[in-house]
């Protein structure tokens, strides 16, 4: 009772004045609160919430990217709908629900197209980011996974049906993008990941082991496979959750996943695509993320261990930190020159804070379900 | 005449309304006009001017650094003033002469302290980020150089006249750094660079041939040698400047840099340090900068061939474009995900920008005698 008064409470009062003359933006951040269809823009340097906006649908499964500016988030329901957020007035300022049911989407490289993966009806829809009117329509006979943009106007999607990656080039004409088509990407990717330099694309499979990856520089890029036990026919545990693939890191020369359905981390060389070792853990990993200088690697888990959070030293590959920040850790985010790490605890509503050096816990911010929480310096990096 | 009454004009001329209400600062930069000790706000969307900010000096070999929220530029003056400027404001919060002669300056990695670097008294002074008070003073018995901020409170800066790299750790008490001392360096360090990831530290050499790197992640870092031939006794053609180390580029797994002299690229293994092959170029280069995803790299040059600029392909080593952007093109700098490139025609009183995909001109900004460009996104990364 007392807790639901909270919330009630929460909700009705404004957190802070949202537009209070002059604000800059690259210390802002935006949490999905997954339950009641709202996000809460955050400061990073107050370590504070500063207003919520509501009336987002259904965020159950929810990311967002940021416009080049910081001033808008673009918010990517389950629902298809898509949620354009000024974060410095806190407003919705504009929404449509474009798909009956949506999973994640991009903005190219110059800021002026926002692109949506489909469930239903499959395929990908593209915006233009200022109006959100809709400048193309991509079907490609199949629900569409692990959208993400790259370099020169360009996004690149897999498709769960048909196994294919599609590249969608849109530097010539928006409106028609030219297609590169490549079959052969292996059987029903549900995942894929872009590295940081637009390059690499890893695409995960549900329908088989292993996972392709893909060298855009090549043209036209060949599927190559890697890990061939990943994944697939090898648990000894009951796999809870496939892990994003965007809980994959690559630190150094050398990626680190989560294994599936095992309390283990993996290494694997990015070059040979050959595992190196294996670290063990406290639980289903989720996501494996390198604080940015790459030192340490933080690690969340799959229920009923998902109370914990392990910190993983990137050179000796061993535990170093077992910490214990909340109940229900669903995400973790450090801030840009890594310094702080900011985790959602969904079950404990509110997001906490801790000191990567120290390991001190430095602040926590009230938050309804809170999962995923985006720093606005995502805006200035390619494939997030 | 018509020259001299035009810049007259942008003097006396507000550029636009500093403060117009909201605004978001993610794609702001910051342009040093070199001969005027004035900086230039520029909007990275509009592709222009916003307002000019006056009285900072000498800025005759100036650089800066972003507050976390991009909301403050330091820039370090050539006559040892530290400057405080307000860009959403666009006005000189504070400024103060910390020094006789300095030589630039970082930004710890929780945005609280602002370290610089002098050749006059020598030593590093660090300051309150707020209140530009004074924090610490550390004299070293020699001029520095090469100052840069590392993960965790820590500033990293190399002396000129004893060969050491001295690491100030102000994580547990800001006013008293714990302070490694690594000596036997080399002989007169006069730059250094620090890689993003905050791992490496790679300093240049002015009294002896070859360049030494330290592992910041060894504790204590034991200098390592690379590059043997570096920059010393191997001229052909009189040396018009010692590149800055900042034009050095780790794109993948190899170094470009400029050659000392020569009219060639270096290209270097990171992991062994030896020279894999050149690249000849239109002239002796100063900067050899990577676009964001490393695919390509920009090169400009010394006087006399200050006028050009070339793109190398990252995969083959071949020059692919020689542009003539303007006059006397002292800079470059690359929007955050490299969709367009900025370059300072100093000459022309001028910023030119192109678009790094079709290398078609986009557009150009009037500056008096621009010399470095500063992109917001820098406040989000290790080393800048």
New interface residues.
């Given amino acids: 009772m007392i807790r639901a008064g909270l919330t009630a409470l929460i909700i009705s009062v404004p957190l802070a004045a949202p537009?209070d003359g002059?604000?800059?933006?690259?210390?802002l951040g935006v949490v999905i609160e997954r339950a009641t269809g709202s996000v809460l823009v955050v400061d990073?340097?107050d370590r504070a919430a500063l207003c919520r906006v509501e009336g987002l649908g259904d965020l159950s499964h929810a990311s967002l990217t940021?416009?080049?500016?910081?001033?808008f988030a673009y918010v990517f329901g389950r629902d298809g709908g898509l949620s354009k957020v000024d974060i410095?007035?806190c407003t919705l300022e504009n929404r449509l629900v474009q798909a009956g049911n949506a999973i994640g989407g991009a903005i190219s490289?110059?800021?002026k197209l926002v692109a949506v993966s489909n469930y239903e009806p499959g395929g990908v829809k593209v915006f233009d980011a200022v109006t959100l009117e809709q400048v193309a329509d991509i079907p490609m006979g199949s629900k569409t996974v692990g959208l993400a943009?790259a370099?020169?106007?360009r996004f690149v999607v897999a498709t769960w049906d048909t196994g294919e990656v599609w590249v969608l080039d849109h530097?010539a004409d928006p409106a028609n993008p030219q297609i590169t088509r490549i079959e052969g990407v292996g059987a029903n990717p549900y995942d894929a990941l872009m590295t940081a330099?637009?390059?690499t694309y890893v695409v995960g499979l549900f329908g088989e082991k292993g996972l392709t990856t893909l060298d855009l520089?090549q043209n036209p890029p060949q599927p190559r496979r890697i890990l061939p036990d990943y994944g697939k026919n090898q648990p000894d545990l009951p796999v809870y959750k496939m892990p994003h693939l965007q809980g994959w890191t690559l630190a150094g020369?050398t990626y680190a996943l989560p294994a599936v359905g095992l309390h283990q981390v993996l290494w694997v060389d990015a070059a040979s695509g050959a595992e190196t070792s294996r670290t063990d853990v406290a639980g289903q990993p989720i996501f494996v993320t390198a604080?940015?200088?790459?030192?340490e690697l933080w690690v969340n888990f799959a229920t009923p261990d998902n109370g914990a959070v392990q910190v993983i030293d990137g050179?000796t590959h061993q535990i170093k930190q077992t910490l214990q920040p909340g109940a229900g850790i669903l995400h973790m985010e450090f801030?840009?020159?890594?310094?702080e790490v900011w985790l959602s605890a969904r079950d404990d509503d509110k997001v906490v804070i801790y000191d990567t050096?120290?390991y001190q816990k430095l602040g926590e911010i009230e938050a309804q379900s809170p999962s995923g929480i985006f720093f606005?310096?995502r805006?200035?990096?390619?494939g997030l």
Avoid: K, N, V, Y
Avoid at 66 to 71: L, N, V
Avoid at 335 to 339: F, K, L, S, V, Y
């Fill in positions: 537009a002059i604000r800059a933006t690259g210390d990073q340097s940021f416009s080049p500016d910081e001033r410095l007035t490289d110059d800021g943009d370099p020169g106007s530097l330099d637009g390059r520089w020369s604080r940015p200088d790459g030192r050179m801030t840009p020159r890594g310094r050096r120290t606005t310096a805006a200035h990096r390619t």
